[in-house]
């Protein structure tokens, strides 16, 4: 298979799916047969934007299908061969390049949040010709018990590196779980559920973004932002605005518990351009400006 044969297969119906599968089925195999040695890059201070990186809520798992991907992060850079796998914990700033020589790099990614799981593909032939293709969510998976296997992931790779057992142990349950719920049939989604799953991934994605909002998410989904904002109220009993507020403040409050950032920077990481209209809208919504939330949740864990 070539790049433009992956394209070809992936824009099908149901073909990122099948390919998600197949890549799915390699890495378990190459897994338990410990041929695999997974990439998982950390970052010294997670969450925090830096210029044209990006960091998710979830995490990210990168299947490599063609060609060879590199990932830019903070203080360094990794690489992932062909069937390669690369898991991207939360927070973690990071952007996809194509390695100068390579001809293409084509992989497909499977993104965690605790509420979903989607899945997408990628295809890189040119330094200008980057697309995603095929975005979706899956059914019937259980997002909230993948999203802590994977934190416990993250954990024991920060105590014992990517080829301690436990890595690959939970490694191997994760994809194996992914595999046995991708391979289930698919059920059919109520009309319109399929772009407000994808709306509410892109918001999740995006969070730190500045340029977040009904008219970016619509654009960026191909739709009428009117539309978006009306069938996303009608399927969640939520606005798409209030959806991405109470997101960001949840992250604010999370940032300002967890990390030593700054307000000003936890504000940055929230996609707030502006750390006063921050601090008023999350006192509005906690009851007390962030540098109190954050001294009484200090206070209250000692």
């Not at 509420?115 to 909230?144: C, K, N």
């Not at 779980?177 to 994605?205: I, K, M």
Request: aromatic share 8%; net charge neutral; with cysteine.
């Amino acid at each position: 298979m070539d790049a433009r044969q992956f394209i070809s297969r992936a824009s099908a119906p149901g073909g990122v799916r099948q390919l998600v599968r197949e890549a799915l089925t390699g890495q378990v195999g190459r897994l338990a047969g410990g041929s695999c040695v997974p990439v998982l890059p950390l970052a010294r201070r997670p969450f925090e934007t830096y210029a044209k990186l990006h960091f998710h809520q979830g995490f990210e798992i990168v299947i490599q299908v063609l060609g060879a991907s590199r990932w830019e992060l903070l203080e360094d850079a990794v690489e992932v061969p062909a069937d390669g796998l690369l898991l991207i914990p939360r927070g973690v700033p990071h952007v996809e390049r194509l390695i100068a020589g390579e001809s293409c790099d084509c992989n497909v990614n499977i993104y965690v949040s605790q509420e979903l799981v989607t899945y997408h593909g990628f295809a890189w032939e040119a330094p200008d010709s980057r697309q995603m293709i095929g975005q979706a969510e899956l059914r019937g998976a259980e997002p909230r018990a993948l999203f802590d296997m994977l934190a416990e992931t993250v954990a024991a790779y920060e105590r014992g590196g990517r080829e301690s057992t436990a890595v690959r142990g939970l490694l191997l349950a994760v994809t194996s779980l992914l595999g046995e719920a991708f391979a289930a049939p698919e059920a059919p989604a109520e009309s319109g559920s399929r772009l407000v799953s994808l709306c509410r991934q892109e918001a999740l994605r995006y969070l730190c973004s500045t340029k977040l909002n009904v008219g970016w998410l619509a654009e960026h989904l191909g739709c009428n932002a009117d539309y978006l904002s009306h069938l996303f109220k009608r399927h969640t009993g939520q606005r798409l605005n209030a959806f991405i507020t109470e997101e960001r403040l949840k992250l604010g409050r999370y940032l300002l518990q967890s990390s030593t950032l700054s307000v000003g920077e936890v504000a940055s990481s929230c996609g707030y351009g502006d750390p006063d209209y921050f601090s008023r809208i999350f006192r509005r919504s906690a009851g007390k400006s962030p540098g109190e939330f954050r001294a009484a949740a200090r206070h209250g864990a000692g």
